[in-house]
């Protein structure tokens, strides 16, 4: 599964030389994508239809005054592509370039020859919107001699969708750097993938040598998050060896990622039809009934969902009120009663969010149950109050004994950020020894990857495979060590006191209310956080009475809250030096400077 990402180069380059020497001065720097990456998906269909492309003429040239609908013919391996699209029009790239004079007219009699999940990708690419610049700057030749240069390898039997994703993420991060846009469409990289995909599937690789999964990804990106996790688990030299027939689902609502996912679940035999656009917490384009086993993603975290909560029907930022089973679900308040709660996260952040329709999409765990890796950021792990909505949904997580497992990863893993992020292992089939159970890994340190030769953006780091096999063993072997603590799920979670504190008047009198209670001092009012293992009266008594003895706490109004401090969990004291090595230091850069300024006054 390992990419060997340094031979891609070569052409990446080259696809990027294309921007600069045909399209400079004919579009806005930042208009350069909007070609060059639907030119790339349209070349790669384009190759894989030629070895076909005379018996598909000649099936149409014979059908098309016969029959109504010639998908099935065009589409078979006898009478046409063997694939699930095709292209009518008696032009291939190459064949558009012998005849210069009129490739405009004819360019556009090949858009308009590929088959309506073609058409698709086209318009969600919005390509059709570049022809007239292409034929007023007269660039449309020059444009397709270039992809149809050598150099540009991009048949499907010799890049795969990794490494075309691949292609796409470092194209894409170009573009972003070239315009100082705001880089939040990049892919995951490979190596994230690999070990999302191992922790998923390894755990239960004895209960899936046979039978029909369903595997999803809500934010699906380039689809590499399904590609690989399916190739894992069907590689007949791997190490699961399934024989398991997997259907891949997913949803995008960016265009440009969508039409590349779509073209490269066309090019892999996959069905087009179980991609869907549109945003997935406001327009979920699949059934609602429609149940995953296994789901992979990297949602977007710091990305405002504003517009969805608007479709969604709610009202104000500070006090949403989401009518839609997905986000309402029953946690427990501070008398343990289970209360139904409208669960959002901040308007802001949306991460958390796609979470919980990950949630709603489990199967049942009497129908073996589903498995997530999803990879956060650390707001998910602990923004949010108790009482809040991010808080409530790590409450309902953990309470429902969901969590597995969360994986820190090393920082500069990715290309457009170099915070530290997380990747969480959802199940609701747990193995005997995990329920009740949280384990986490602490993989950030040098010890789990190591530098690349040359960074790609923010990029610094990447894991080897003796870095994924290192990580998936300290998940397999849950014992803790130096990068590994197991807690129980109550860890977790707290129940906030409000800390009360009498007003007094000048004479240090306490002033009493009109039913003769002392009177809460605003000024002196405190939150207190208790650990949920510990008593309350207990705490009270140890932690506040002692500095504060005419405190009280309204029993009547606690909160809950559950947050995972994991910086604190793998916290290590640096021991302080001790004052005489410090002095004598000091002395000596004293010494040092006497001898520097004696030198500059003679």
């Given at each position: 599964?390992?990419?060997?990402?340094?031979?891609?180069?070569?052409?990446?380059?080259?696809?990027?030389?294309?921007?600069?020497?045909?399209?400079?001065?004919?579009?806005?720097?930042?208009?350069?994508?909007?070609?060059?990456?639907?030119?790339?998906?349209?070349?790669?269909?384009?190759?894989?239809?030629?070895?076909?492309?005379?018996?598909?003429?000649?099936?149409?040239?014979?059908?098309?005054?016969?029959?109504?609908?010639?998908?099935?013919?065009?589409?078979?391996?006898?009478?046409?592509?063997?694939?699930?699209?095709?292209?009518?029009?008696?032009?291939?790239?190459?064949?558009?370039?012998?005849?210069?004079?009129?490739i405009d007219t004819n360019f556009l009699d090949y858009l308009n020859g590929f088959s309506e999940n073609v058409q698709d990708i086209i318009t969600k690419f919005k390509f059709r919107n570049q022809l007239e610049t292409f034929q007023s700057t007269g660039i449309t030749f020059s444009l397709l001699e270039k992809f149809c240069s050598p150099k540009v390898e991009l048949s499907p039997d010799k890049i795969s969708p990794m490494a075309m994703g691949y292609m796409f993420e470092d194209l894409i991060r170009r573009f972003n750097e070239k315009t100082n846009a705001a880089a939040g469409r990049h892919f995951t990289p490979r190596e994230i993938i690999e070990l999302m995909t191992h922790l998923v599937y390894l755990p239960v690789k004895d209960k899936i040598k046979q039978g029909t999964y369903l595997v999803y990804d809500p934010c699906v990106g380039s689809g590499a998050m399904l590609t690989q996790s399916k190739l894992f688990a069907t590689n007949p030299d791997g190490e699961i060896k399934s024989k398991?027939?997997?259907?891949?689902?997913?949803?995008?609502?960016?265009?440009?990622?969508?039409?590349?996912?779509?073209?490269?679940?066309?090019?892999?035999?996959?069905?087009?039809?179980?991609?869907?656009?549109?945003?997935?917490?406001?327009?979920?384009?699949?059934?609602?009934?429609?149940?995953?086993?296994?789901?992979?993603?990297?949602?977007p975290y710091g990305t405002?969902?504003?517009?969805?909560?608007?479709?969604?029907?709610?009202?104000?930022?500070?006090?949403?009120?989401?009518?839609?089973?997905?986000?309402?679900?029953?946690?427990?308040?501070?008398?343990?009663?289970?209360?139904?709660?409208?669960?959002?996260?901040?308007?802001?952040?949306?991460?958390?969010?796609?979470?919980?329709?990950?949630?709603?999409?489990?199967?049942?765990?009497?129908?073996?149950?589903?498995?997530?890796?999803?990879?956060?950021?650390?707001s998910a792990l602990f923004t949010g109050d108790a009482g809040s909505g991010e808080?409530?949904?790590?409450?309902?997580?953990?309470?429902?004994?969901?969590?597995?497992c969360i994986i820190q990863l090393p920082y500069n893993i990715f290309y457009n950020t170099g915070i530290a992020t997380y990747v969480w292992i959802i199940t609701n089939v747990?193995?005997?020894?995990?329920?009740?159970?949280v384990q986490l890994i602490n993989a950030s340190s040098n010890d789990f990857y190591q530098k690349m030769r040359k960074g790609l953006g923010d990029k610094k780091v990447e894991l080897a495979n003796e870095h994924i096999e290192k990580i998936q063993q300290t998940y397999f072997d849950f014992a803790e060590n130096e990068y590994c603590k197991i807690f129980d799920n109550e860890d977790f979670g707290y129940y906030q006191i409000t800390v009360h504190q009498p007003e007094k008047d000048e004479k240090g009198k306490i002033i009493l209310d009109s039913k003769g209670k002392p009177k809460s001092d605003v000024k002196k009012k405190d939150a207190e956080n208790v650990p949920m293992k510990y008593s309350i009266k207990e705490y009270f008594n140890k932690e506040v009475l002692p500095f504060a003895p005419d405190a009280w706490y309204d029993k009547s109004k606690m909160k809950v809250g559950y947050e995972i401090a994991f910086n604190k969990y793998f916290y290590k004291y640096e021991e302080v030096r001790p004052l005489d090595i410090i002095s004598k230091e000091i002395l000596a850069l004293e010494a040092e400077t006497d001898g520097l300024l004696k030198e500059i006054v003679d």
């Open positions: 599964m390992s990419l060997n990402t340094q031979s891609l180069q070569p052409i990446i380059n080259f696809i990027w030389t294309v921007a600069d020497d045909i399209l400079i001065n004919k579009f806005l720097e930042n208009q350069y994508q909007d070609v060059i990456l639907p030119m790339t998906v349209l070349r790669r269909l384009d190759l894989a239809l030629e070895p076909s492309k005379e018996k598909v003429q000649k099936t149409f040239d014979d059908f098309k005054d016969k029959i109504d609908n010639l998908t099935g013919l065009l589409t078979s391996e006898q009478h046409g592509t063997g694939l699930a699209f095709y292209n009518t029009s008696k032009y291939t790239m190459k064949k558009l370039l012998a005849d210069p004079k009129n398991a027939t997997f259907h891949l689902y997913g949803q995008e609502n960016t265009g440009e990622m969508y039409a590349t996912c779509k073209s490269d679940m066309l090019l892999k035999g996959e069905d087009p039809d179980k991609i869907k656009f549109g945003s997935t917490l406001s327009e979920y384009g699949m059934p609602a009934d429609l149940k995953f086993n296994f789901m992979l993603t990297n949602p405002s969902w504003k517009e969805d909560i608007s479709k969604l029907n709610v009202g104000t930022d500070k006090k949403i009120s989401i009518v839609d089973k997905r986000f309402n679900l029953p946690i427990k308040n501070f008398k343990g009663e289970l209360e139904t709660t409208c669960l959002t996260s901040r308007s802001n952040d949306g991460q958390l969010m796609f979470m919980l329709h990950m949630l709603s999409k489990m199967k049942d765990p009497e129908d073996g149950g589903s498995r997530i890796a999803s990879i956060h950021n650390g808080s409530g949904i790590r409450q309902y997580i953990i309470e429902n004994d969901l969590l597995e747990k193995e005997e020894k995990r329920k009740g159970k």
